[in-house]
Each structure stands twice: as C-alpha cells, then as structure tokens.
C-alpha cells in the first residue's frame, strides 16, 4: 500500500488481533481497506449529473480474512459483536440478516454476477468511520468488501466499474437511493486532494489542496443522519418529477442562464421549483469551488460554502435545527473561511476551511457553546485528504 496515514496502519494491526482473537487459529491472508470521506461542496446533485468536490478521509474501514474449504462467508464485526453471520457465496445473495450485512450481501451478489469465482472466508470487519455522521461509512463497507474480494481472488475490476457495483449493492440490498460520489471517493481517493467529479461522464479529477494555512475541520451537529430514511428518496423524486415536467432528462441539463426560464414552467409548484434552483445553483457553486481551489483563491471558496448550506436550507431542505446552529455559531468564529453541511443530510457533520493557528481556540470555544446548549460533548476531527481503497497480502499461506 503506498502513502498509507498512520491511523490507517494502526487500523490494520488492530484487525489483524482481533481476527486472531474472534478465529483463533486461523492465519490471516488477506486485508482491504477503506476510508470514508467528506464531501467539501456539490450536495444532492450527484443523482442529477452534477458535479461534487469530495475527498477520501482519514477514518476506515478495514477487513481481514482468511480462506475456509467450504462455500460460506463467516463474519464478525466489531459493530455488532456477539453476532457471527453466515452468508452463502451463492448467486443470488440472500438479503436477509443483520442491516449491516446487506452492504456485503450486495457487494457480494453483484461479482458473483459478474460471473466472479469467490472462496468461503472468515472475515472480520472494524471500522472507526463514525456513523450517523454523513461521512460514508456505508460506503466505506462496501468499497472495503469489494477491495477484500479482489485481494482474495487476485483479481482487479476498474476503479469506476467497482465503485458503481458498490453503489448498485446500496441501492438494492440496503434499499438506499443513493448516487455514487462516495463509492466514487472512497474508491478513488487521493492524497491531500479533493476530487472534482463530473458525475454526467464520471470523469474524475484531482485538484491539490496542501495549502498548511488551512485545516479542515469536520465537527458533528450532534444530530444523526441516515439516508435510509424517506426524505433523501423524496428529494430524488422531486428531482426526477422536475425533469418530466420540463421534458429533460437529467437537471444538468438546466445552465445557469436557462434556469429562471426553467422555474417559470407553470407546471412546477412552488417546491419542486425550490429544488430544481437548488441542484442548478449547487453545481454553478461546486463547478467555480474546483476553480477556487485550484487557484487558491480562498475568499471565493469561502462565499460558494456559504452560499452552498444556505441553499440546503432554504431550497433542498435537508438540514435541520442543529445543523444550523453548528453552522451559525462556526460563522461567528475568528478564523472561519467557510462552513456548510457536508453530507446527505438530516443531521450529521458540517465541514469547515479553518485558519490553522485560529483552530484550537475555535474547538475551545465552540466546545463551551454546544455543551451548555446540549449538555453533552463536541465531537470533531480535523483531516487531510487520503488515499482511496487499497488491500494487500498479509501471508501467502
Ligand atoms: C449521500 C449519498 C450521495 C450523495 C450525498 C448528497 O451521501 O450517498 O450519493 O447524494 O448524500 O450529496
């Protein structure tokens, strides 16, 4: 593995014991790691061929397994601990079991459609991607599960052929109408890089951010998100209405300068035309964000992350109370660049560009401000962007 964080190595020794422990004499042969990510601006319009500017983070997932003679999955986890599962390698996967297995009942179904030749495993699986924190540790599980595979099977799919099957098992094993940016990012992340993806051709980009004077600064509302949940389908359903209304098949479609023509369209009520100006006014904001951050032109940046929640708020409607006091309050922090939800929504993180030497009087601060108002404590982390999924050997057996 090249570039690899230490939190990442960690991780893997880590996992390594705890497979000794939960198998006891069985060697571990096979690794796969996966981080989570954040996504820095472009919310919601990954499903609409938008464009988005995440980055792979510095939490993981991470796999260790070991061939079986038979064909079965063994699994333990250390999220539900006192539980093994047992998942037939058979085509099709049985959906049933523990929610957090139909990740790997997905991941697993679609390369064995793909006509993949898969061995029983027992595998154990730790993550400290946090949940409920919008920060993709569903799709840390499943790019996990995929890389796992390939390690076990000495075989590789396409970066963007595997992160889309991840993203299909999401869809229909956990039933989450998601789009594929953070199986994009977890994927096909890359150091100290946001990726620029244009998700109407998939093309990926990696734009530089090493600037030292800047930090990011991931802290979460306290509110847990889940996509699961009926509003994020509602949102995409809106979406897809507004493209049938006016005769397109994708709000990409919509340029900026079109778009006050598109919110005149009788057809559209007053909610649905809310969305549609949120998609086409986030992807003008995360196309110029790319260019700001290429350019460092931080001010700029800034606005566009301000802009970006108030149209979340006011347009798309997917953040909530809590949200938006974390973001009101980080706004009155010295240091401050720019601040917004990241994420699907509904709860979880806000990302924040802080000034290095102003952060940790802001954490102090803020931690003061969320404790006397939800009597408990801030959660936050700050991280550079990393590597995307990576697995390797642990012994040749
Ligand atoms: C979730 C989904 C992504 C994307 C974001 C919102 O993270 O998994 O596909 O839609 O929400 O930008």
Known sequence: MNSISPSAVSAQEQAICEFQSFFPGLKSRWMAQAPGRVNLIGEHVDYNGGIVLPAAIDFYTTLVAAPIDRPEWVVRTAFDPEVEVSIPVESPVDKSGPYWTTYLRGVLNYYLESGWDIPGLKIWIQSNVPTGAGLSSSAALEVGAACLIEAATGRAMELQEKALLCQKAENVYAEAPCGFMDQFA???????????????????????????????????????????TSEYGKRRADCEAACEILGISSLREITPKKLSEALQNPGLNERVARRVKHVV??????????????????????????????????????????????????????????????????????????????????????????????????????????EGAQSRIIDEG
Do not use: N
Not at 288 to 314: C, I, N, V
Not at 319 to 332: S, Y
Not at 376 to 386: D, E, G, M, N
């Open 186 to 228: 977890s994927a096909m992340g890359k150091k100290d890089h946001f990726l620029k993806i244009d998700c109407r051709d998939q093309k990926v980009e990696p734009i530089p951010m090493v600037d030292p004077e800047w930090e990011l600064w991931i802290v979460h509302s306290g509110a847990s998100h889940s996509i699961a």
């Open 281 to 386: 006014t986030e992807i003008e904001r995360a196309d110029a964000a790319g260019e700001a951050l290429r350019h460092s032109q931080w001010k700029t940046l800034g606005s566009l992350m301000r802009a970006s929640h108030q149209s979340m708020r006011d347009d798309y409607e997917i953040t909530c109370e809590e949200v938006d006091w974390m973001v009101e309050q980080i706004e009155k922090l010295p240091g401050t660049l720019g601040v917004r939800m990241t994420g699907g929504g509904f709860g979880g993180c806000v990302i924040v560009v802080m000034q290095a030497d102003h952060l940790e009087m802001a954490r102090g601060q803020l931690a003061e401000w969320f404790e006397s108002r939800y009597s408990k404590a801030l959660q936050s982390w700050t991280t550079r962007p990393v």
